[in-house]
Structure formats: C-alpha cells, structure tokens
C-alpha cells in the first residue's frame, strides 16, 4: 500500500491524521524530535504499518530529513504538519517561530524533490492566519475566503508573538506556493490546508494533561475556572484530518487552499455547552450571559469557506458535538474515568 511521511507525527492534529491514515490501510512513517515520543506514539498506535524516524532538525539543516528520506525512498506522499504553534515566553520570535516556518519548510520540499523520486503528493498545514490579518479588527462588512491573504509584512512581524505567528505562517505558506512556481522539474503537486482554531478530542487519553495544546487549552482552562477572553472560528480536529486525508486522495483539492471552518465561537459559546452539558461544573465555572454570543457573531467578520465544503463534500462535526467531545476526555481524565 501507499506509503506516507508525516512530519511533527506526535502533535495534537497529526496524531489524527496518522490514525485515519491507518484506518485506510496506508504505510505511514512519522518524524518525531525523541525516541521517547516516537515510542510512546508507536505504542499507543499499536500498528505495524506505522514506524518514526528521528529528527530534531529540520530548520538549520537538511541532513537529518535527507538521510530520513533516503531510508524510505519508496514514499508516494508527504504531509508537512510540524510546525511553530502559537506559544508563550519566546524571546527571540524572529529565530524561533519565523525562520523555522519559512526554512523548515523550503528544507522539507527540496529534500522531497532531490530524496524521493516516487512522490505524487505533498500536503502543507498552514492556518488561517496565512489568510486573515488580525489586526484588521472585526466588522460585519468583512468577508474572507480562501482567495485572501494576510498582508503582514516581515518588518512589522516581530514587534510580538502575535505578528510573529502571524508571519510565520503567512511566509511559511509562501514558501510552498513560491517554490512550486518557481522550482524547475518538479514531479509532484500539493494542497494546502488552512485549519482555524482548533477543538475536539485528543487521539489518546495519555495526551490529556494538565496543560493541553494552545487550542485545546482554551476548553481546557475554561473547565479549571479560568477567564479565556478569545474568539474566532473553530473546527474539530477530526475534521481537519479528514481534510488531510481528502487532500491526498481528492485531485480537486490540487493546488487548492482549503479552509475547514464551522462556526464563530467565544468563551460564552464554550460556557453555555459546559454549563448546559456538564452538571458537574456547575459552581465551579462562570455563567457568563447565555445566550449573549449571538450579538458577537453578528458583528463578526464572516468567513466565507464554501468552496472547500464543496471540494470536501462531507459534512463538519457541530461545534456543540466538539466542544462536548473535547470536554468530556478532559473531565473523565481528571475524574480518574476509563
């Protein structure tokens, strides 16, 4: 069967890719930065197709992802997931979240180009900030699609974190779409998926921590008591590894950015599901205004996703079905539940 590379295997979206890959019978190898986490996955997958190959590197150098492809020169797909997230506490946000987007990225694809001469696919997660320029603020009047872009520039990007992200996932994709116009003899096409934030079960219990991933952390700290004054547009994870999936097998999604999107959300949004769902939390997390969100999302900015639903042509899991997927696996964690 198809053999697939999967970069950053052990993260939160990729752990879901790797799963629905499996379920459909492909070979999959997966680059980790430990053999601690490459063990731990592999465990817990639990499937002799999957293997990992170490990499702590592939920013400064192509060596270790050249060697890693030589290995596996029968590969017909790579998905590019690892990427910088949004983190806290960086000091240097050009060296530690721009550059790895941008030269990790243009390192991955001349090592697929030179490494692997049977590949067909390469499929790139980028974000809705490659598409969207926060700074803009919100109106009703705004639409995006999957035509828009962020027009960040790099000398405005590394004022703080926030401009940084944005940078470095706007770059990072650029990478993708300068290369291939740019790169002579090249025997292989890509897709591009845009995800917005983030929501829904982890693949494993194990994952569960007390301190989850940027996205998942925004349930997570709501379930602790915590304020989250956040907004944006959400999906399950679920759906954006169906969407990876659809990516690699879907010759519509060629060329295409694609932006699975369900809904606006807001911590009120997340507050009235617990509240509604979780009788147990009752007292132990805020109230907030039920209901108060519809005045939100009428004067949110509208994100116009219609071509890739059709491109997709399945249909997304309900924010409400997400927010209760992911908060369910939280609690029975912390309760001890199996």
């Known amino acids: ?105 243009r390192n991955v694809l001349l090592s697929i180009k030179d490494n692997l001469p049977n590949v067909k696919r390469f499929v790139y997660t980028s974000s ?63 897709a591009i998926i845009n995800p917005v934030y983030v929501f829904g079960p982890q693949l ?32 399950d994870v679920r759906d954006i590894a169906r969407a990876h999936i659809s990516a690699v097998e879907n010759p519509a999604t060629t060329r295409q950015r694609l932006i699975p999107a369900v809904a606006p959300y807001n911590q009120q949004t997340i507050l009235d599901v617990l509240n509604e769902n979780f009788p147990e939390l009752k007292g132990k997390i805020d109230v907030g205004k039920p209901g108060s969100q519809n005045e939100f999302i009428k004067k949110y900015y509208k994100l116009d996703n219609s071509k890739t639903k059709k491109v997709l042509g399945f249909e997304f899991i309900s924010q409400e079905q997400t927010i209760k997927d992911a908060a369910a696996q939280i609690l029975s964690v912390k309760n001890g539940k199996k």
Do not use: C
């Open 204 to 235: 494993f219990e194990e994952y569960v921590t007390d301190k989850l991933n940027f996205s998942s952390e925004i349930i997570n700290s709501i379930i602790k008591g915590e304020k989250k004054e956040i907004e944006g547009y959400e999906i």
């Open 128 to 190: 809705l900030a490659a598409v969207r320029t926060e700074g803009a603020g919100y109106s009703a009047d705004e639409v995006v699609t999957e035509d828009s872009w962020n027009n960040i520039a790099l000398k405005d990007a590394t004022k703080d974190e926030g401009t940084a992200y944005e940078a470095s996932k706007t770059y990072g994709e650029k990478e993708v779409w300068n290369f291939f116009e740019k790169t002579k003899n090249v025997n292989f096409d890509f």
């Open 1 to 105: 069967m198809t053999k697939v590379f999967v970069t950053g295997a052990n993260g939160f979206v990729a752990q879901h890719v790797v799963h629905q890959l499996l379920e459909k019978n492909y070979t999959v190898v997966g680059s980790v930065r430990s053999t601690e986490k490459g063990d731990k996955l592999a465990k817990l997958l639990n499937n002799p197709k999957f293997s990992y190959e170490i990499i702590k590197d592939m920013v400064n150098s192509r060596d270790e992802f050249d060697k890693a492809l030589q290995k596996h020169s029968d590969v017909e797909i790579v998905l590019h997931t690892a990427s910088p997230v949004f983190p806290g506490g960086i000091k240097d946000v050009e060296k530690e979240m721009i550059q790895p987007a941008v030269n990790g990225t």
